[in-house]
């Protein structure tokens, strides 16, 4: 899971990251809407599954941000977290199109709970690609009739792959979603499990894994045959 908090306070971005990392999350921080949409808009940042968001902010206050957010497509799942407690504010960040709203102080394991909840909202069961179909709860595949099975960590792979919707997703971005390494480990481990994955979900090579050069990797939907 990729977290963004959106906070200027120093010290309780380091509380968080801190707690979520140890939870096995890739956190990122920022400490205002400017730097966030800088983030956001990187495309070796990914995919994020849930954005923190502060209400009170240098420059752009969280309620514009995230309408803004909206605007322009973005539909990531936010939570307000704010020593904002009053019931209107509440109201207000939910109809601009947050997904929860916890108010400071609060226990990590109290926002723990609220965050996978959401994440569990809209992180869909099933997909298809073609004829590969995956069900993310039961963390099965099959193309066309046939089961395939793969191991912990070729499923995550694959789940990385087919949750970017087409996009690519570079070995740097793979690395830290699939493995949580934040630096290059100088090994070819990334290629080998692509590789692998390819034998294992496409072995006529039909296209379903494309490798662009020098970007990275991708899902793609094969071609017809003629």
């Avoid at 199109?97 to 400071?104: F, L, V």
């Avoid at 109290?110 to 995956?134: F, K, Q, W, Y």
């Avoid at 099965?140 to 960590?153: D, K």
Wanted: proline share 5%.
């Amino acid at each position: 899971m990729k977290l963004l908090v959106i906070d200027d306070d120093a010290k309780f971005r380091r509380y968080v990251q801190r707690g979520f990392e140890e939870s096995g999350m890739d956190c990122l921080t920022a400490a205002d809407a400017e730097t966030a949409r800088a983030l956001i808009d990187e495309p070796t940042t990914g995919r994020l599954d849930l954005i923190l968001l502060d209400v009170m902010m240098p420059g752009q206050w969280g309620w514009e941000f995230l309408d803004d957010l909206r605007r322009r497509g973005n539909d990531t799942p936010v939570i307000f977290v704010t020593a904002r407690h009053a019931v209107d504010e509440r109201v207000k960040g939910l109809r601009l199109g947050a997904d929860d709203y916890i108010a400071k102080p609060f226990a990590f394991d109290e926002l723990m709970a609220r965050v996978e909840a959401v994440v569990r909202r809209h992180r869909p069961n099933t997909m298809e690609v073609g004829d590969l179909s995956i069900d993310f709860e039961r963390r099965s595949v099959q193309r066309g009739p046939t089961r395939i099975e793969l191991s912990p960590r070729e499923f995550s792979l694959l789940q990385t792959l087919a949750e970017a919707k087409g996009r690519t997703l570079s070995k740097d971005s793979l690395l830290q979603t699939v493995w949580g390494i934040h630096f290059d480990p100088q090994t070819n481990v990334v290629e080998v499990l692509v590789a692998r994955l390819r034998r294992r979900v496409d072995p006529e090579r039909q296209g379903l894994i494309e490798t662009r050069s020098g970007e990275g990797y991708r899902l793609a939907v094969p071609e017809a045959k003629p």
